[in-house]
C-alpha cells in the first residue's frame, strides 16, 4: 500500500492566566513526498528523547522525489493525506478544512470510536488505529523528507524577545519547560535540511474567526489570539505554497486588519 501524504499532530493544551486567552501548544508537521502508505493513526505517543517536554503529535505531509521544483511542486495535489490527533480541536477542523479541497483523508486517533462519532461522514475519510511513536524529525529524515510544516507557539523564544515576565511565558514554562522545548524542536527542523515551514499561532480560540490573519516574522508577536479554524486554514494552504517555505511566521487576528491573500501574506515575510 502507497501513501502520497503523511499528517501527524499534537495538542499540548495550557491555560493562560489572568486575561490572557487559552494557548493550545501544539507541534504540527506537514511533509511532502509522493507515495507513502495514506493516512494511519498513531496510537502511543512519547515525549521525544531528542525534546524531553515536546510531544510529537504532529501532522507530516511528504511527496516523494527528490528533483521537484517548486512550481512542479505547488501544481501537484496530493492523493492521501494523514492526520493524527484528528479528534483534537484544532486536529478536527484540519481534516474538515482538506475534505472540502477534495484531499483523500486518512483520520489518525487514540479512538478509533470517538473518532468515527466526531468526524465528518465523507466518501473520501478513512479512520485508522494509531501504529506506534516515532523520533518525527529524525524519522523524516530517515524516509527522505522533503517538507515539513511545524504549528509551534508565539512566546517560543520569549526569553531573547524580553518576555521572561510574560505570564503565559512563566506558566507555560512551569510544566515541562514547554516553550524551551519547543524552541529546541524548532532549531533542530532547521537544522535537519528539510524544507520546512514554522508557524507560530497565539492564542486559540474555538469561535469561528472575528478578525481577519495578521501575520508577522519571528520573535515578533507576544499577545494576542487567533480562530482555529484559521490555523488550519493557513496549515494547509502552506503545504503547496512555495511563498512559505523555510520561513518562520506568527499569525494572530485582529479585527481591524485587512483582510489579504494568504500567498501575500507569506510573501511578506523574509527568509532567514
Known sequence: MQRDFLWFRNDIYKDR????????????????????????????????????????????IKMEGTSATAEETKEQKPNKIFVAGSTGKTGKRIVEQLLSKSYGVRAGARDVEKAKSSLPQHPNLQIVDNFGTVNLVEACRKIGVKRFVLVSSILVNGAAMGQLLNPAYIVLNL???????????????????????IIRPGGLRNDPPSGNIVMEPEDTLFEGSISRDQVAEVAVEALQCPESYFKVIEIVSRVEAPKRPLKDLFSGIKQK
Do not use: D, W
Request: glycine content about 4%; aromatic content about 14%; overall charge positive.
Open 175 to 197: 510544566f515541562g519547560l514547554t516553550l524551551i522545548a519547543k524552541l529546541q524542536a524548532e532549531k533542530y527542523i532547521k537544522r535537519s535540511g528539510i524544507n520546512y515551514t
Open 17 to 60: 492566566i489572568g486575561c490572557y486567552p487559552p494557548l493550545e501548544i501544539r507541534i504540527m508537521a506537514i511533509i511532502f513526498r509522493a507515495h507513502y502508505p495514506p493516512h494511519s493513526a498513531f496510537k502511543s505517543r512519547k515525549v521525544s528523547t531528542r525534546f524531553p517536554a515536546a510531544n510529537f503529535f504532529s501532522t507530516t
